[in-house]
């Protein structure tokens, strides 16, 4: 619960920003010259870019977390089983025994989007945000019926 406080505290401060920044760039292309026209152009794309940003990052959560809703329903969560350091931390050998399971699950199912969403977690246990992400867009893929890149996430 604490997360999706900061995150849609960060969501409100971020859009006040594209505000903010936007009517800047507004100010700029009223001077009329042309270096502020081009340089208040510019600076508009920032708050669109931003937009982008923020709306795919919360559909990527929102998809992961109906996801993860659905699969716990069906008790198909995977269980934490990792060994962890006295800090918390989770140990990296622990790490890579529990990754080299989920991939084989994926390796025999590479149809099913509950093994690309464990294989995510796997991932993620591992430190690897990068193809955690990637496993995790094609369970959501997967699971929504649309079309699966190609390119391998293992």
Avoid: C
């Avoid at 920032?46 to 977390?65: C, E, M, Q, S």
């Avoid at 995977?78 to 994926?106: H, M, N, Q, Y």
């Avoid at 149809?111 to 945000?129: E, I, K, M, N, P």
């Amino acid at each position: 619960m604490r997360a999706k406080i900061v995150y849609f505290a960060l969501a409100a401060v971020l859009a006040v920003y594209f505000v903010l920044v936007g009517s800047r760039g507004v100010m700029l292309i009223q001077q009329g010259t042309v270096v502020t026209v081009v340089f208040g152009a510019a600076v508009l794309v920032l708050p669109f870019i931003g937009a982008w940003f923020l709306y795919h990052t919360t559909k990527f959560a929102r998809d992961a977390n109906r996801l993860a809703r659905e699969l716990e329903a069906e008790g198909g969560l995977p269980v934490d089983e990792l060994v962890r350091t006295p800090g918390g931390r989770i140990d990296r050998d622990s790490a890579d025994a529990v990754f080299a399971k989920r991939r084989a699950e994926t390796e025999r199912a590479p149809g099913d989007w509950r093994s690309w969403f464990r294989l995510a977690v796997a991932y993620h246990d591992a430190r690897d945000t990068p193809r955690a992400r990637k496993a995790m867009q094609r369970a959501i893929a997967l699971h929504d019926g649309k079309p699966v890149r190609t390119a391998d996430a293992t």
